[in-house]
């Protein structure tokens, strides 16, 4: 279920102070917050925020296309690395004398004898 529009977009209310601030002082370095559940609105623009994805501060950059989003859309909390069967797979299927081992960097085919008969 969505916000009610006549409550308006929820914000904390530290993030409009530090936002202000920066905008004031004209430097240009990053706000660290904690707030990802914070909406990010018109006046976020041009500034850099650290969202703190449960590690570290990952630093994001607003831009016109993120206002309306939650801050917490733009720092992922989870890291796919890959699928362990995937690991797996490809451990078996490089493995030496295994068919189908012929990949990038194997020794090409010794070539074939003549049909001629030579001895």
């Given amino acids: 279920m969505t916000r009610s529009i006549w409550k308006g977009p929820f914000v904390d209310s530290y993030l409009l102070k530090k936002a202000d601030a920066a905008r004031s002082s004209g430097r240009h370095e990053m706000i660290r917050i904690w707030s990802r559940r ?14 703190y994805n449960g590690q570290k501060h990952v630093p994001v950059t607003v831009n016109e296309e993120m206002v309306g989003h939650k801050f917490g859309e733009f720092a992922p909390t989870r890291s796919f690395y890959r699928h362990s069967s995937d690991r797996k797979a490809k451990r078996a299927g ?17 070539p074939a004898a003549p049909a001629g008969g030579a001895s």
């Fill in 38 to 51: 914070s909406t990010i609105l018109p006046q976020f623009v041009g500034l850099t925020f650290g969202v």
């Fill in 94 to 110: 490089s493995a030496p004398g295994a068919p189908g081992a012929a990949g990038e960097g194997a020794a090409p085919a010794a």
